[in-house]
C-alpha cells in the first residue's frame, strides 16, 4: 500500500472527510489532492505533516497505517479464540 492510499483510508473510514474540505485545508485544488491519493504527485514531509494535523494523527500512522491495521486485526483474531486449557488433569 503507498502513502496515498493511506491517507485515503484514514480519510474515508476514519474521519469521513470529503477530498475537497482536505483540500481546501491545505490550499490547493482538489483535483492536485486527488493526485496525492491517487500516488501520481510525490508527498513532501511537510505537506505529509500538514496532512497529518488535518487527520489529527501522527505522520508515523499514515506511513504505517496498513501494518498497524493488519496487526489490530490480527490481535482482534487471537483475542476471539477460546482459550486452550494447559493444565493436565492427572
Known sequence: ???????QEIR???K?????????????STRAYCNIENNITDITLTRLAQ??????????????YKEIKDDFITNLRNHDKPATNTVKSK
Open 1 to 7: 500500500m503507498k502513502i496515498g492510499d493511506n491517507i
Open 12 to 14: 474515508e473510514r476514519e
Open 16 to 28: 469521513n472527510y470529503k477530498r475537497s474540505y482536505m483540500a481546501s485545508c491545505l490550499g490547493i
Open 51 to 64: 496532512i497529518s494535523d488535518i487527520l489529527d494523527c501522527d505522520p508515523l500512522y499514515i506511513l504505517r
